[in-house]
């Protein structure tokens, strides 16, 4: 998906969100140095995850801090795992487990701190938990997704933000209860409130999945240009990619990946939306490529 209009002051928001979590006093110098370079390399036919993942590369050599969001990722696991026993409970209950098992790992795509209309702070999902679960998915290729699964023999899941991946889970597990291998891919490094490979140690992801890998370094969504030989393989080899989140959206939606990509996700901006063809707000399970 190409950059556009909108993404300027949504992209400089959630910097101006990350240096205050910083809590160093680094708010003016990180504008000032993701200003100047979106200005060098903002351009409208250019991918928006490649412009964000430059911007935010500044971001963060200016804040001089690894993981600003380090202790709100640790909170969003650790809320998002209250919920596990009772979503275990309805998707076992449910007469369509693996549609459930969607819907859910769809619902924690809201904790996407600063960005959009998602939560700022992991709280804020215990008060909007009964109302998300009451949403239906607007763009529903969940039945395509499932027989696309069912035919597989290896699925790529690439995981999006902490909190949303104890949900994540519950879906890995139907897919497994399927018989199907399974490939985790977390971030190279900390960038957002993505999961990284830290961050996938600690929780026990790698437990999860039959392989864990990482994007290779520090980007946004994935950049297909600097994923490591084992990840390249790995969807060369694979029958489904399962992309979680706009951002990986954004950064595969223009990209031939060889592979069907099955994006599930909340649409929580106008660009994506409107690239998705669904209204602001919207959840999304949304099946690309030949299949």
């Not at 600063?114 to 700022?120: E, L, V």
């Not at 977390?186 to 864990?212: H, M, Q, T, W, Y």
């Not at 969807?235 to 959206?249: E, P, T, V």
Request: hydrophobic share 40%; glycine share 8%.
């Amino acid at each position: 998906m190409n950059v556009h209009p909108d993404c300027v002051p949504c992209l400089l928001k959630r910097v101006l969100f990350q240096s205050k979590l910083a809590n160093n006093g680094s708010e003016k110098k990180a504008a000032q140095a993701a200003l100047r370079t979106y200005a060098d390399s903002i351009s409208f036919e250019e991918n928006s995850a490649k412009i964000a993942t430059l911007v935010h590369r500044s971001a963060y050599r200016a804040m001089g801090v690894r993981d600003p969001y380090a202790e709100l990722k640790i909170r969003a696991d650790g809320i998002a795992g209250r919920y596990i026993g009772d979503l275990e409970k309805i998707i076992s209950e449910s007469p369509d487990p693996f549609a459930a098992a969607v819907k859910i790992s769809i619902i924690g795509n809201i904790m996407d701190f600063g960005s959009g209309i998602a939560i700022d702070d992991p709280d804020e999902f215990m008060e909007m938990f009964p109302k998300l679960m009451d949403q239906d998915i607007e763009h529903n290729d969940t039945c395509i997704l499932r027989d696309l699964v069912r035919k597989s023999s290896s699925v790529v899941y690439i995981f999006d933000n902490c909190g949303e991946v104890q949900f994540d889970r519950l879906l890995i597990k139907e897919i497994k209860h399927l018989g199907k291998r399974i490939v985790g891919v977390v971030k190279g490094e900390p960038i957002l409130n993505d999961v990284s490979v830290d961050d996938a140690l600690r929780i026990g992801i790698d437990k999860d999945v039959n392989r864990l890998l990482t994007t290779g370094g520090f980007a946004i969504g994935i950049d297909m240009d600097i994923i490591g030989d084992d990840l390249r393989e790995e969807i060369r080899r694979a029958d489904l990619i399962i992309a979680k989140g706009m951002a990986n959206y954004e950064s595969l939606s223009d990209v031939n990946t060889g592979v069907p990509v099955a994006y599930l996700m909340k649409a929580k901006c106008d660009p994506v939306a409107r690239s998705a063809g669904v209204r602001l707000g919207s959840n999304v399970v949304k099946v690309d490529g030949e299949f």
